[in-house]
């Protein structure tokens, strides 16, 4: 990546009275200075025959960037095995469709703890993800916002070490939620990047997915998103430990407020 993109997930919200599909939402977004949509592929993977030129052709013509959100029911750590193909199979389903649109970032939460241990979870994980098929389309593993969940930092990047495929999506709110409100100053932030750039190099900075938004968290992790100006979140501070270690890549607002909340995000980082 050549420099850091700002985007939202999903729809923009627009003026009152706005209806956007994918196509006409990525014209809005670039006409109004930003970069990035993840496409919502949460309930079900809804690009199409109909709809599927349309979102090419605008893509290419803003040079947008395309990522998407994965199925939720995805549990690479089930003790049922035909519920881990199917998780497999939605996988799969969502690549394909995002990397016919010429995305390159699907999103998605690996898994449950259940009743494993940490440990158990992990090496379940880890070998499920091991056995999904290389294509041009990555696999980000995203950070969770709750500790009873598998995926804090360490395991995700512990995965990445070893699958090439494999790739981060850090949500900075839900390790903020995770913990309980535990990224306070910029050293968090700095910790976070440093961590990640010793244990998968200067490149894992280079080409970077985050989520970011406000949050309402309380001690068992993440409660819903916030705008930013109604939250704890320290964004100021998150924006700046990117730009000092010069991180590319995308980051997409998570924030009820959508657009307004990533240009203000953009704005800001711009101006620091």
Do not use: W
């Amino acid at each position: 990546m050549e420099k850091l993109l700002f985007g939202i997930s999903g729809l923009p919200i627009g003026e009152e009275g706005d209806k956007f599909n994918y196509a006409s939402g990525i014209n809005y977004l670039k006409n109004i200075g930003l970069d990035a949509m993840e496409l919502p592929f949460v309930r079900s993977v809804n690009v199409t025959a109909k709809n599927k030129e349309a979102i090419i052709e605008a893509k290419e013509k803003n040079d947008f960037y395309l990522s998407a959100h994965g199925s939720y029911f995805i549990n690479l750590n089930s003790d049922e095995e035909e519920k881990i193909e199917k998780s497999k199979e939605r996988i799969l389903k969502g690549a394909l469709a995002l990397e016919s649109v010429g995305g390159r970032s699907l999103v998605f939460h690996p898994g449950f703890y259940l009743k494993s241990s940490k440990d158990e979870a992990l090496k379940k994980i880890k070998d499920e993800l091991s056995s999904l098929p290389n294509g041009i389309v990555n696999y980000r593993l995203e950070t969770t916002g709750k500790p009873s969940q598998f995926g804090d930092l360490k395991e995700l990047v512990e995965i990445c070490k070893e699958i090439d495929s494999c790739k981060l999506c850090i949500d900075f709110s839900h390790l903020h939620a995770r913990g309980n409100g535990a990224l306070k100053s910029y050293d968090d932030f700095y910790n976070i990047l440093s961590y990640v750039r010793d244990n998968l190099g200067e490149e894992a900075l280079s080409d970077l997915h985050m989520h970011m938004s406000g949050i309402h968290y309380g001690p068992k992790g993440e409660k819903h998103h916030l705008p930013f100006l109604e939250s704890d979140f320290p964004f100021i501070h998150c924006l700046k430990a990117l730009k000092d270690f010069k991180v590319k890549g995308c980051v997409i607002c998570e924030s009820p407020l959508l657009e307004k909340d990533a240009l203000l995000l953009k704005e800001t980082y711009n101006s620091l």
